[in-house]
Structure formats: C-alpha cells, structure tokens
C-alpha cells in the first residue's frame, strides 16, 4: 500500500521510486478490520529538480508531502471489494510556483458464479504534476498537472477440464494542464480476448488478442484536429512455477500499429518479455525481467518507459531486490535500464530518427518500530543519454529523502 500511498509525491519530483517502501501491505493485510485509514509524511532533496542537461544550471530543492488515505478491502463469499482514496500536498522551498495538491482513486470488485464463471472490474483516476523532461515531449520548468482516468472489466468462464476462454475491454485518458502539452492530451478504448490452458497447477500456456483505438484529440494534423490511431496485438503466454523458490513468466507476440494522418509514424514489430522470480527464503526476493515492445504500447507506463507514438522499440532490462533483515527492518534496491528507438515525422514528412538510454538506481531501508508504524529513506540516481536531443534532452539526477507513516485499522 505504501508504494501507491507515496508514489505521486515522488513523480512529482520525478523519482517513482522514492520512498517506496514494501513493507506496508503486509502490515495492513495481517488485520482482519477490513478498513484502514492512515497518514504519511516525506521530505526529499532533488538535485536537478528540472531534469536538465549536465550544460545547463541545476535547481536543486526540497520537496514536502503531507497524504491522507483511507480505503477499504472486503472479502464476502467468492466476493471481494477494494477501494482506496489517497489525498496529498506538496511544497517545494525554493519554487513555490510548483506547490499543488493531488490525489488518487482506485478501486477494484472481484466475483466468480457457478465455478466456471468469474471475473474483475477496477478503476482509477489520479492528478499530479507530470514529468519535466519526459524523453520526446517539450521540457518544461513550470507547474503541469497531470490527469489519468482508467476503467477495465474481464471476464473468464472454464470451458471444461484445462481449458478457459477471457474477454474484456478497457478505456484510458490522460490530460495535461499546460497548454503546450494539449496535443498529447489522450484517450482510448480496448478489447481483448484469450484462450489459456492450464494442464496441471503451476502452468499456463495462453493466446490472446488486443486491439485498441486511440486519439489524440487536440492535435493539430494537416487533415484538421485530432491524430487516430490502431494498435492490433496478437501474443502467446507461459506462467511456470515449477516448484521451489523460482517462478517464469514469458511473453512473445507481435503489435502493428498504424496512423490516420500521419503515416510516418506506422510501426510494427516484436514484443516479448521474459521474467525470472526467486524467493529461496521468507527473506529474501529477487526478481529480473528482460521486455521489448514494439510502438506505443499503454501498459509500458507500469514499466516506467514513456508511452508515446515517436517510440519506435524499446527495450528494458529490470532487476528488483528486496531483503527482510530482522523482522522490523527491511533493504530494498532496484535497477531499471531502457534503450529506446525513437523516430518523429512531422506533417510535412520530414523524419528525424534517433535512440536514447535511460537508468533508474534505486537503494533504500525501512523500519517497523510499532505495529502500524512505519519510516523509511531511499536513494535514487537516475539518468539519460540520448544520440538525438532534437526531441529526447540528457540529463543525470540524484535524491534523498526519508518518510514516515502511521496507518490505523
């Protein structure tokens, strides 16, 4: 819970990963009051807070967040019901301009019918201030608010020994409050439908298909106002937990996705992922993942890549640890690399192609003194190189900040 609770304070300093800290999920699910309501706390100090190039003068600052959060998680029958609510303040010591409130919402509903039905429905909405220099897009030094909707229903019903059958659909927006972000003001629609077979527990082998719509809605193109855009997803699956302390998730398929106006911009490809888990204790976790993708591609957001349509491929290599070194005190360290293929086509055709590498380190400890209790401090270093900075700008940054949390059930 803790990583949701104080991540968008930290994306408005432009580290996700400040702060994160694991343990608190565990600490609110161990209760059987299905109800929490907490409080947190945070100060960090950024040394580029602007994420500008290494040529340009830095502004460091330090950050402040103050959260509420209250939510619910109901188990009744094959039933369950999630909801949580999180408000946040931000202060900034040197740019006041930057100070603003947020928020987040999100909610989830679980059910399953006669054995073989079953299936899910959840939602979010946030606000927050976006990214300052987010890889293809205009770098700003100012306040820009960031604004994300998400809904997505599934369906699953067994059709009989191994086998089962899934289908749903999902819509997205996302909008920005500058006015010279209001050409990546988006939003989509999806469906998707699978077959998955499960021979014996522990594995699943799955097909599948997606196929999304989207729009930027605001943008100027030669043929008036509004980009269209296609994304047809067709993908084969593995799940294996053989036993014992590993687990291997696999993903290999192939996405095309094509432009109404701006054709330049049509890319096809690869995408596939590899994922490793290892758990040779209570202690200690560790997790890899090599993925690739192929253009725009709304799920690489969970991945921290940028979704954007001048992504031509990606590619992210992710490592996660996480070490519970006495029962109240846990060590935690990640690291994220990403190389990106970019190439943007204006409206008159003019292409400019180029790539960038980015990396995230991340380091950090927390202690449980008490039972709802819990403080915490991170480290974060993160960096880019770009061969084209017409439209990705280099950048390294650094910061430190330590929080504190209390969440009562």
Same mark, same amino acid.
């Given at each position: 819970? !803790?990583?949701?609770? &104080?991540?968008?304070?930290?994306? =408005?300093?432009?580290?996700?990963?400040?702060? =994160?800290?694991?343990?608190?999920?565990?600490?609110?699910?161990?209760?059987?009051?299905p109800?929490?309501? %907490?409080?947190?706390?945070?100060?960090t100090?950024?040394?580029?807070?602007?994420?500008? *190039?290494?040529?340009?003068?830095?502004?460091?600052? #330090?950050?402040?967040?103050?959260? &509420?959060?209250?939510?619910?998680?109901?188990?009744?029958?094959?039933?369950?019901?999630?909801?949580?609510?999180?408000?946040?303040?931000?202060?900034?010591? /040197?740019?006041? @301009?930057?100070?603003?409130?947020?928020?987040? &919402?999100?909610?989830?509903? *679980?059910?399953?019918?006669?054995?073989?039905?079953?299936? $899910?429905?959840?939602? *979010?909405?946030?606000?927050?201030?976006?990214?300052?220099?987010?890889?293809?897009?205009?770098?700003?030094?100012?306040?820009?608010?960031? /604004?994300?909707?998400?809904?997505?229903?599934q369906?699953r019903?067994?059709?009989?020994?191994?086998?089962?059958?899934?289908?749903?659909?999902?819509?997205?927006?996302?909008?920005?409050?500058?006015?010279?972000?209001?050409?990546?003001?988006?939003?989509?629609?999806?469906?998707?439908?699978?077959?998955?077979?499960?021979?014996?527990? %522990?594995?699943?082998l799955?097909?599948?298909?997606?196929?999304?719509?989207?729009?930027?809605?605001?943008r100027?193109?030669?043929s008036?106002?509004?980009?269209?855009?296609?994304?047809?997803?067709?993908?084969?699956?593995?799940d294996?937990e053989?036993?014992?302390?590993?687990?291997?998730?696999?993903?290999l398929?192939?996405?095309? $996705? +094509?432009?109404?106006?701006?054709?330049?911009?049509?890319?096809?490809?690869?995408?596939?992922?590899?994922?490793?888990?290892?758990?040779?204790? $209570?202690?200690?976790?560790?997790? !890899?993942?090599?993925?690739?993708?192929?253009?725009?591609?709304?799920?690489?957001?969970?991945? %921290?890549?940028i979704?954007?349509?001048?992504?031509?491929?990606?590619?992210?290599?992710?490592?996660?640890?996480?070490?519970?070194?006495?029962?109240?005190?846990?060590?935690?360290?990640?690291?994220?690399? +990403?190389?990106?293929?970019l190439?943007? +086509?204006?409206?008159?055709?003019? @292409?400019?192609?180029? /790539?960038?590498?980015?990396?995230?380190?991340?380091?950090?400890? *927390?202690? @449980?003194? #008490?039972?709802? !209790?819990?403080?915490?401090?991170?480290?974060?270093?993160e960096?880019?190189?770009?061969?084209? +900075?017409?439209?990705?700008?280099?950048?390294?940054?650094?910061?430190?900040?330590?929080?504190?949390?209390?969440?009562?059930?």
């Amino acid at each position: 819970m !803790t990583a949701a609770f &104080l991540r968008p304070a930290l994306r =408005a300093a432009a580290l996700p990963c400040l702060l =994160a800290l694991p343990l608190a999920p565990s600490m609110a699910q161990a209760e059987t009051n299905p109800y929490y309501l %907490g409080m947190g706390a945070g100060l960090t100090h950024v040394s580029n807070l602007y994420r500008l *190039s290494d040529a340009s003068p830095h502004s460091s600052d #330090w950050v402040g967040s103050m959260s &509420l959060r209250a939510g619910i998680d109901q188990t009744f029958g094959r039933q369950r019901l999630v909801l949580d609510a999180a408000l946040r303040h931000q202060r900034y010591r /040197h740019n006041s @301009a930057l100070d603003n409130s947020g928020y987040s &919402l999100s909610g989830g509903y *679980s059910w399953e019918a006669f054995e073989k039905l079953s299936g $899910t429905v959840s939602g *979010s909405a946030s606000r927050s201030l976006a990214a300052f220099n987010p890889g293809d897009r205009p770098s700003v030094a100012e306040r820009n608010e960031q /604004h994300n909707e998400q809904l997505n229903a599934q369906v699953r019903y067994g059709l009989g020994g191994a086998w089962q059958v899934e289908g749903g659909a999902g819509w997205l927006r996302e909008r920005f409050s500058l006015a010279s972000y209001s050409p990546y003001n988006y939003r989509q629609h999806s469906s998707n439908a699978g077959l998955n077979y499960r021979p014996r527990p %522990g594995l699943r082998l799955g097909l599948s298909g997606r196929m999304t719509r989207g729009s930027y809605y605001e943008r100027v193109v030669a043929s008036g106002i509004g980009e269209e855009l296609d994304r047809k997803e067709l993908g084969l699956a593995l799940d294996w937990e053989p036993g014992g302390a590993s687990s291997y998730n696999a993903r290999l398929g192939h996405a095309r $996705t +094509t432009y109404r106006s701006n054709e330049g911009n049509n890319v096809s490809g690869l995408t596939a992922s590899l994922q490793w888990n290892w758990q040779p204790s $209570t202690k200690l976790r560790l997790g !890899t993942q090599l993925a690739r993708d192929a253009g725009l591609d709304s799920n690489s957001m969970l991945a %921290g890549l940028i979704r954007t349509e001048n992504n031509r491929s990606s590619t992210s290599l992710r490592f996660s640890l996480d070490y519970e070194l006495t029962a109240k005190i846990a060590l935690n360290a990640g690291l994220l690399n +990403t190389r990106r293929e970019l190439r943007y +086509t204006s409206n008159l055709g003019q @292409a400019v192609e180029g /790539h960038d590498n980015s990396r995230v380190l991340t380091l950090g400890a *927390s202690w @449980a003194p #008490w039972r709802n !209790t819990q403080l915490g401090c991170q480290y974060s270093h993160e960096e880019r190189s770009s061969a084209s +900075t017409q439209f990705s700008l280099p950048y390294s940054a650094n910061a430190f900040g330590c929080s504190a949390q209390l969440m009562l059930r």
